[in-house]
């Protein structure tokens, strides 16, 4: 299949079969409008669910205002997350640096919270005019008696794949320091986020097993239970994009393993459970994994096999941030009797698509770091009747009179767990079926008119052919 693409962008898309090697990990392509976010939303992804943290943003207002409610996390308790602060740099404090006012704004934010700890971001104009986040911050430890960590999250300095690192070693710095004997065998929950209450219907299931999670990074968390991470006997890494740099320094530091799970689907949730259950080698919680196994099984299958009957056979195209999602979502639409016919992500390394490519039939197609050009183009080609994605590939399916399912950060439908797997196969089934596709829908000059696109990819020109339904 031959796919118009950005002079620089070759390697990045390949079909399963071609036996070519894909290529990713490289900087995005200047003016490819990739679909990655900054290191600064990276880092803030990660570490805003933290509820009772104080966070606040050393740089312009704007950067503030693009991460404000940027997840979908709920809290049990604590809603200080849900607020956005800024040190709103101007003109003046670019030109004689911004230090006074951020150590002035820790006092007052402190001293009006009273918050467990404050995370600091420092964004690309505070990377360019130098100002020492690092000292700022130990300075305002010290005489505020918390936790004041600075996040290096400059956004010029990668992707986001660089903010979850930074938003790591500010996590690390606060794992360790604080006393704690779990009373059961113990684990934590690492790159959960709580996304539309996620993480309330996963958690029971260990509790039933007799596991106790000592923490979840990050998802309804509270600055106590990071700070005492690290007593469990085993980390669980969901999110491996995020979190598995975490969990290797907490290997090597505390001797705590990790194991990379998936909460996602039925298979990926039972394989979740039984791999706790073997972690800790006893037959009374194996016996327990297995009956909540069979019992949440035989609840949801009847309903999953009626969305199944409505959407068997239709065609899915996955374009999702981290890699281990996509991997979860072919599973799960086979468990649905859907064809996965595109799978991308924007941060998949090379172990990421090898297992990806596994997964997957011939013809697949795999992208890395896609722009909306080439999704738009792939999606036409490979006839996909749905896209999974996130916020921003949305209007893009909409515009080409595609069914679209938001599996992203925002969303406010729970996903995961037995009842997530209903859930989503009910998302799926609804819009797919519903009757606006069988509108007319007036096509514009760049899908399905008789117009032509002409694309500039650096040195040369191309033409665009019209998409036609």
């Not at 503030?64 to 003109?91: C, H, Q, V």
């Not at 008789?450 to 052919?465: A, D, F, H, K, P």
């Amino acid at each position: 299949m031959i796919v118009k693409i950005f002079e620089g962008r070759e390697g990045h898309i390949q079909q399963k079969g071609d036996g070519l090697p894909l290529a990713c990990n490289n900087e995005s392509l200047a003016g490819a409008v990739s679909q990655r976010a900054c290191v600064y939303s990276g880092a803030r992804v990660v570490l805003n669910p933290i509820t009772d943290a104080l966070h606040l943003v050393h740089g312009p207002i704007g950067c503030a205002s693009y991460t404000w409610d940027i997840r979908g996390s709920t809290s049990s308790g604590p809603d200080l997350y849900r607020n956005s602060f800024s040190t709103d740099m101007k003109e003046l404090d670019v030109v004689f640096g911004g230090e006074k006012k951020l150590a002035a704004d820790l006092r007052e934010l402190a001293d009006r919270y009273h918050p467990p700890a404050i995370f600091v971001y420092s964004t690309c104009i505070v990377g360019i005019i130098g100002d020492d986040l690092q000292s700022i911050c130990k300075r305002a430890s010290e005489e505020l008696c918390i936790p004041v960590l600075p996040v290096k999250s400059e956004g010029f300095r990668g992707n986001k794949n660089e903010g979850y690192k930074a938003a790591c070693n500010a996590l690390n710095e606060l794992i360790g320091t604080r006393n704690y004997a779990p009373h059961h065998p113990s684990i934590n929950l690492l790159g959960e986020y709580n996304v539309a209450g996620d993480l309330w219907f996963v958690k029971p299931f260990f509790q039933e097993m007799g596991i106790e999670v000592v923490a979840t990074l990050t998802g309804d968390a509270r600055v106590a239970e990071i700070q005492r991470a690290h007593t469990a006997q085993l980390n669980l890494v969901q999110c491996s994009g995020s979190m598995t740099y975490l969990a290797k320094n907490m290997e090597e530091k505390y001797g705590i393993p990790y194991r990379r799970i998936s909460f996602f689907g039925l298979q990926d949730m039972s394989n979740a459970l039984r791999t706790v259950a073997e972690f800790f080698a006893s037959p009374e919680r194996k016996q327990t994994a297995e009956e909540i196994i069979l019992r949440e099984t035989r609840q949801a299958m009847p309903q999953i096999e009626a969305y199944r009957a409505k959407v068997a056979g239709k065609k899915a195209a996955i374009y999702m941030g981290g890699a281990a999602k996509a991997v979860s979502l072919v599973r799960a639409f086979q468990e649905l009797g859907m064809e996965v016919v595109i799978i991308g992500t924007q941060t998949g390394d090379r172990d990421d698509y090898q297992k990806i490519a596994y997964l997957v039939k011939d013809g697949t197609v795999i992208i890395d770091d896609a722009n909306p050009l080439e999704l738009k183009e792939l999606l036409f080609k490979q006839k996909a009747d749905l896209l999974v994605a996130g916020v921003k590939e949305r209007f893009l399916a909409y515009k080409m009179g595609i069914a679209f399912c938001d599996f992203n950060h925002d969303r406010t439908t729970n996903f995961e767990g037995y009842v997530g797997m209903v859930n989503f196969a009910r998302e799926v089934s609804i819009t797919i079926n519903s009757p606006v596709w069988q509108l007319p829908v007036k096509r514009t000059s760049q899908i399905g008119s008789t117009s032509q696109l002409s694309i500039t990819t650096g040195s040369e020109n191309y033409v665009q052919e019209p998409c036609h339904s």
